[in-house]
Structure formats: C-alpha cells, structure tokens
C-alpha cells in the first residue's frame, strides 16, 4: 500500500520546528526595538546639545533665535537681558528649548508614547521617565554651563551627559 500525505507525528514535529523559530525570532525582535529605542534617545541628546548650540551662536552673532509659545515655533529677537552675559545665556538658552520641548508630534519619548521626548530641567531624568531628555543649568554649580542629560535605561547610571558652555562670555 502507498502512502499518500503525512503522519501526524510529522506534522507535529514541523509545527514544534515553526514554533520555536517564531520563539527565537520574537526574541531577537524585542531586543532590535529596545536598541533602537536607546539609539533614538541618545541621538536626541546630540539633537539638543546642537540645536541650543546653533541658537546660541546665532544670538552671539546678532541674528534671531527659534523659539515656541503653545507649540508654534518662531523666531524672536535675542534679549538681552542686561550686560550679564549669564542672564543672557540662561534666558535664550530657555527660549530656545521650548522648540524641542514643546514639539512634542515631532519629538516624542520612545518608551512612552504620549510622553514629551524633552524637558527643561536641570537633574537628570528619574527612573520614572524613561527616554526623555533634561537639559538645564543649575546655578548652584555653575551658571554658566548647561547640562543634557538623557535616560535610556532604569539601572542608576543608565544616562548619558553632554554639556554646552556659555558662548557669550
């Protein structure tokens, strides 16, 4: 007699071959996601550090800063503030990343959707907040030094942290 088909004892063993192949690739998936998640809030560190930068820069040089008020970017006059160059740097500093943080379509947290991906502030995110980015200057240390930090992880040192110095001085 021949035969026509499979045993089930085949059919079995292909369906345990398909599944722990479908087990092994969704493994590898969530850790591709993860990684890139982590990429996407280092790569905002570096966004940040260069955008105030340029904003600035372009202060020091006379021209206009970006900013934002209720999430619509546009450009204002650079204040000066007084002759103090640190007032000067914190207040433009702030003008100017209000673009990120409030442009929160175009700058999202990528571990919580719904989450802004920026914030101004001078500590470093906790924990809690996961893939956002602070950048601020704490004048209790030095008033003249903005620090970025961006958490990518929940360890303890699980941050990266990028400075700008005041350019006006």
């Known amino acids: 007699m021949t035969q026509?088909?499979?045993t089930l004892i085949e059919l079995l063993v292909v369906v345990a071959i398909i599944g722990v192949l479908?087990?092994?690739?969704?493994?590898?998936?969530?850790?591709?996601?993860?990684n890139a998640k982590v990429n996407v809030v280092k790569s905002n560190l570096d966004l940040a550090i260069k955008h105030v930068s340029t904003q600035l820069m372009r202060c020091e040089f006379g021209t206009k800063i970006q900013s934002s008020s209720g999430g619509e970017a546009y450009?204002?006059?650079?204040?000066?503030?007084?002759?103090?160059?640190?007032?000067r740097f914190i207040q433009n500093f702030g003008y100017t990343?209000?673009?990120?943080?409030?442009?929160?379509?175009q700058y999202p947290n990528p571990f919580k959707s719904?989450?802004?991906?920026?914030?101004?502030?001078?500590?470093?995110?906790?924990?809690s907040q996961i893939g956002?980015?602070?950048?601020?200057?704490?004048?209790?240390?030095n008033s003249n030094l903005i620090n970025c930090h961006a958490r990518w992880g929940e360890g303890e040192?699980?941050?990266d942290t990028k400075s700008i110095s005041n350019p006006y001085l």
Do not use: W
């Open 75 to 87: 450009e204002r006059n650079c204040d000066n503030v007084s002759s103090n160059t640190t007032d």
């Open 22 to 34: 479908a087990a092994v690739g969704v493994v590898a998936f969530n850790g591709f996601i993860g």
């Open 114 to 127: 719904g989450d802004r991906g920026f914030a101004i502030s001078s500590g470093v995110p906790p924990t």
């Open 132 to 141: 956002r980015v602070h950048c601020g200057v704490d004048q209790s240390i």
């Open 97 to 105: 990343m209000q673009v990120l943080e409030e442009d929160t379509q």
């Open 157 to 159: 040192n699980d941050y």
């Open 4 to 6: 026509k088909g499979f």
